[in-house]
């Protein structure tokens, strides 16, 4: 069995399309999945499946979620390889400063050009920066990411696919989570 971590997008979210994670998780393990555990209540759930295809687990996972929870729900399934590349191969921590609070991913549900990204007019402030991993988009939000215009709304727009941000804490965490 492979480890997986699954980003759910939108969900929790001031209010709207509440999920419990106890009911999120009872419906990752109707799906016949493992170990399954929740991070946070943004969405973040870790668990073993035999089936390897992200993209037939994400497809199922959603249909799951409409079933049980009536929501539309955009979801992004990553392994725990995928999340160990992500955290160790960030190029602007601890470069930066330490503060992990400082330090965000915009997981990109699509791939994308390194020359469409290149292209961006990014809108940061000062200090800012923004890298791209693959299918991450690494900030460095040194004024926090409540007052950055490279949110992940822009990223969206911009490059015209759906998106999920995480904390750098809960990437870390959840590759803490995955070596378990």
Known sequence: MLTFVALLRGINVSGRKKIRMADLQKSFEALGFDKVRSYLQSGNVIFRSRRTDPKKLASDIKARIAEDFGYDVDILVLSAKE????????????????????????????????????KLNLPAQPGEQAVLLGQVVLLFCPNGYGRTKLNNSFFEKKLGVPATTRNWRTVLALQDLCRE
């Open 83 to 118: 999340i160990n590349r992500v955290a160790g191969s960030n190029p602007l921590f601890p470069r930066l400063g330490k503060d992990a609070t400082l330090f965000h991913a915009t997981f990109l549900f699509q791939p994308v050009s390194k020359a469409d990204f290149e």
